[in-house]
């Protein structure tokens, strides 16, 4: 049993006390980052919900474009229509602090901000269709950096919700319960101690009064 293990004295009964203080408040405040955390965690689902929508919309729409163009241009023509793509795109990653997790944070830019370099061909011998490609997975491209956050996002922050549910768990269930036993232990323990040496303090006395009495009987 836990109270075998436990010293019974009064040091040891201060210091199971400030635990238990500790526990208690560290309890409150890991519940409530608990709770902070789902919400933005929900909040994060419903716009990943979103920003998937239109980023399937968009794919589709470039996707049927490409097929549209395909049809009307010769296999070689449209590889050699995108094989030497003008634009560049540069990616920084950094990242940002919620409730003490490190979420990414995706930003872009171009090498050039003239929206025409996103077409590496010229417009005589290609169909509009495959203008209306590029520039549908051009318009695309924030929106998939978006999702890529925010689902990463999503990771992060469900994997922190675990480990504080677990921490939130482990003081209720297992730490704070069982230093209130300990402290009632002890408290218990010592009251006996108390109590035994009141009882002999008393003998004692009443040992002395009888030696006494007995001491000025023979005088």
């Not at 933005?40 to 716009?47: H, R, T």
């Not at 689902?151 to 069982?178: D, F, G, W, Y």
């Amino acid at each position: 049993m836990a109270q075998a293990q436990v010293n019974p004295t009064r040091m040891e009964l201060t210091r199971l006390k400030k635990k238990l203080a500790t526990a208690v408040r560290g309890h409150k405040l890991l519940k409530d980052k608990r709770d902070e955390l789902m919400r933005q965690f929900l909040d994060l689902v419903k716009e990943n919900m979103a920003l998937r929508k239109e980023v399937e919309a968009g794919i589709k729409s470039a996707n049927l474009n490409f097929v549209i163009a395909k049809a009307g241009m010769s296999g070689p023509a449209l590889n050699a229509a995108l094989i030497a793509p003008k634009q560049e795109v540069y990616l920084e990653a950094g990242k940002k602090n919620v409730m003490s997790v490190d979420i990414p944070v995706f930003q872009y830019k171009t090498r050039t901000a003239d929206e025409n370099d996103i077409y590496p061909y010229g417009f005589a011998f290609t169909s509009s269709d495959l203008d209306g490609a590029v520039k549908s997975l051009q318009d695309v491209l924030p929106q998939m950096l978006k999702l890529a956050e925010t689902e990463k996002s999503c990771q992060l922050m469900a994997s922190e919700i675990e480990k504080t549910r677990r921490r939130v768990n482990a003081l209720e269930h297992v730490i704070i319960p069982e230093t209130q036993k300990n402290i009632k232990y002890i408290t218990m323990k010592l009251d006996e101690n108390e109590r035994s040496t009141q009882i002999r303090l008393m003998k004692v006395k009443d040992m002395m009064l009888e030696e006494a009495h007995h001491y000025r009987e023979k005088e």
